[in-house]
């Protein structure tokens, strides 16, 4: 059975692990502060900060979710960006990918956001399985700077 908690300062190798998992599945690297950074932030209290919560199975960590509140311009209440949900790849398929959004919803929904939403690559056919189920698919098209 799957639970999932907030990430804790004793999480840092699980929680390296599983991003450095994250990073290698869409075939990219941050530096080491970045790591450091990033992790610092998660632990942190201000509210622009990421936040992040871990799933473990009989105390062992398998998976990971970082998200982000912020203001909207189209909305009073802010929204919640949920920028990173990974797996290991030895327990997908026993919902811990669901269990990672609903732990998100649940967040949002406590602190009066209705609004979720995430990105992902158009090769991810396995997860966007899921997310065709708890999600709406918007005809959006993301650009970067050139």
């Known amino acids: 059975m799957v639970s999932i908690r907030p990430i804790r300062e004793d999480d840092r190798k699980a929680w390296a692990g599983l991003w450095n998992g994250y990073l290698e599945y869409y075939e990219t690297s941050v530096p080491p502060e970045v790591y450091e950074a990033s992790f610092t932030r998660l632990l942190g209290n201000d509210a622009q900060d990421f936040h992040g919560a871990i799933a473990e199975i009989d105390g062992k960590a398998v998976g990971l979710v970082h998200y982000l509140f912020h ?12 920028q990173d949900l990974y797996a290991d790849p030895e327990v ?3 919902g811990i990918g669901r269990a990672l959004i609903e732990h998100v919803y649940a967040q949002a929904d406590a602190a009066g956001c209705p609004s979720v939403y995430w990105l992902t690559q158009d090769f991810n056919e396995t997860a966007r399985k899921l ?9 959006f098209i993301r650009y970067n700077r050139a």
């Open 131 to 139: 997310y065709d189920r708890i999600g709406v698919k918007t005809p």
């Open 92 to 94: 997908r398929g026993q």
């Open 71 to 82: 203001r909207h311009m189209w909305k009073i209440e802010n929204v919640v960006y949920l």
